[in-house]
């Protein structure tokens, strides 16, 4: 098992994969683990769908290639559609006294959960928020009330070599005090 800091360094978006299939197993793994992840008022305000299997996923991937980007997602063997949903009471109030709306928040936070959960296996990912909701809702049947917010491409690496990590400078975003 690897630690979260090993994860870290290891997790980078993925835009080349390999012709290698993800096991169904892999991808509940990733939701399983998605699942314990932290929301405003635990309101869990997401779903999700597996697309998985090089037909289906093909025709997804066509769904996040609007004005020629992504076009690296042609070669990618599964996709998770991550929804928004309505989030709870609390929530809802309290981002509302807040002026923040927590759902796309806690949207965030599980996304990044999928993402460690497929690193953990070996598989790479590529948030993908560049997607067009008509079109997926075309490919793939998708309740009303679910919001398409984001696209998540898994799969296996063509390359596992990990890049040098384009960060802004530590002074720049951190400050300490005490
Ligand atoms: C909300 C969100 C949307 C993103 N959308 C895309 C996308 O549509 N296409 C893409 O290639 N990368 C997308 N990315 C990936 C970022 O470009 C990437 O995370 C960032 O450049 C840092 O690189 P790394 O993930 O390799 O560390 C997205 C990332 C986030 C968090």
């Known amino acids: 098992m690897s630690t979260f800091f090993e994860l870290a360094e290891k997790r980078q978006s993925c835009r080349s994969y390999a012709d290698r299939a993800v096991s169904k197993e892999q991808i509940l793994k990733c939701v399983e683990t998605a699942r314990l ?52 009471l609390a ?50 049947e998708i309740p009303k009330k679910s919001k398409v917010r984001l696209v998540l491409a898994l799969g296996y690496a063509e390359d596992e070599n990990v890049r040098e990590k384009k960060r802004k400078d530590l002074n720049e975003i951190f400050k300490y005090v005490e």
């Open 37 to 88: 992840s932290p929301s405003a008022c635990n309101s869990q305000p997401w779903s999700f769908i597996a697309v998985n299997g090089k037909e289906k996923a093909n025709l997804v991937a066509k769904c996040t290639q609007d004005l020629g980007m992504n076009k690296f997602t042609d070669g990618c063997p599964s996709f998770i559609i991550i929804c928004q949903e309505e989030v709870n």
């Open 91 to 140: 929530s809802k109030l309290g981002g509302r006294l807040k002026g923040l709306d927590f759902s796309e928040i806690d949207l965030g936070l599980v996304t990044a959960h999928l993402c460690y959960a497929a690193a953990e296996q070996g598989l790479s990912t590529c948030i993908l928020g560049w997607q067009n909701e008509e079109k997926i809702r075309e490919v793939v």
